[in-house]
């Protein structure tokens, strides 16, 4: 079973930041692209921000312009930074790998879709 571990998490005054960082017990580049979630308290889970192979990033309208979403491939860790955050954002913020399915010299190689267990961000007013 493949393992994310997210750690960045804290407790932090409004408009400070934070970077979350997520690894993987597999390459991170083996997933179709790499995501952080978050859910609120007594909200559904949303996506927060999007990387995938290629590149490409996305993400949700309440956060674009003061987070960004990073791999570092050297040392094969997936970042959130987060600036100037505000009370909405408290959460638990949760690391995702989007499964992908790879044929390879005779092969398939599946990496299921992935979750870490979650790391706690508290915005105090």
């Known amino acids: 079973q493949i393992q994310l571990v997210e750690s960045g998490g804290g407790l932090v005054q409004a408009g400070g930041s934070l970077r979350l960082s997520c690894t993987a017990s597999?390459?991170?580049?083996?997933?179709?692209?790499m995501a952080w979630h978050r859910q609120a308290t007594g909200k559904q889970r949303e996506l927060v921000a999007r990387?995938?192979?290629?590149?490409?990033?996305n993400y949700d309208a309440s956060v674009k312009g003061r987070f960004t979403i990073s791999r570092d491939k050297v040392v094969d860790i997936v970042y959130l930074q987060m600036n100037d955050l505000k009370p909405e954002d408290t959460a638990v913020y949760y690391c995702?790998?989007?499964?992908?399915?790879?044929?390879?010299?005779?092969?398939?190689?599946?990496?299921?879709?992935?979750w870490g267990q979650g790391t706690q961000v508290t915005v105090s007013s």
């Open positions: 995702n790998g989007e499964g992908r399915t790879s044929y390879y010299n005779g092969e398939y190689r599946i990496i299921p879709d992935s």
């Open positions: 597999v390459s991170v580049s083996d997933f179709n692209a």
């Open positions: 990387l995938d192979r290629s590149g490409d990033m």
